[in-house]
């Protein structure tokens, strides 16, 4: 069994940056084919926010391009997305996954970020 156990959420002005951290525990984040945050506002569907493969390769939503930076932290076993000029409109759960494969795909509980105008 594995847990993605995220941190580093809470309430942040305007403006403001956070970084969250999934920490994996029962394997390897390093090994995961993808690893990728996920959000979810009051009353919409959970959106794509960032991801990054095994070999590197980033891609975020449009919607946060240039303001979100995810990134594995291997010595951790953890990944992070540092979030930077925060508006209210980011204000969601945030999710972790970590896939392997259709049958080895595991998502953290959330972590909820508020951003006050």
């Known amino acids: 069994q594995v847990q993605l156990v995220e941190s580093g959420g809470g309430l942040v002005q305007a403006g403001g940056s956070l970084t969250l951290s999934c920490a994996a525990v029962?394997?390897?984040?390093?090994?995961?084919?993808?690893v990728a945050w996920y959000r979810q506002a009051p009353g919409k569907q959970r959106e794509f926010v960032a991801s990054?493969?095994?070999?590197?390769?980033?891609r975020s939503a449009d919607s946060v391009n240039g303001r979100f930076a995810i990134s594995r932290d291997g010595a951790q076993n953890s990944m992070l997305l540092q979030i930077d000029s925060l508006k209210p409109e980011d204000t969601a759960v945030y999710y972790c996954?970590?896939?392997?494969?259709?049958?080895?795909?595991?998502w953290g509980q959330g972590t909820q970020v508020t951003v006050s105008s």
């Open positions: 990054v493969t095994r070999d590197g390769k980033p």
């Open positions: 029962g394997a390897r984040i390093a090994s995961a084919a993808v």
């Open positions: 996954n970590a896939f392997w494969s259709a049958e080895y795909n595991w």
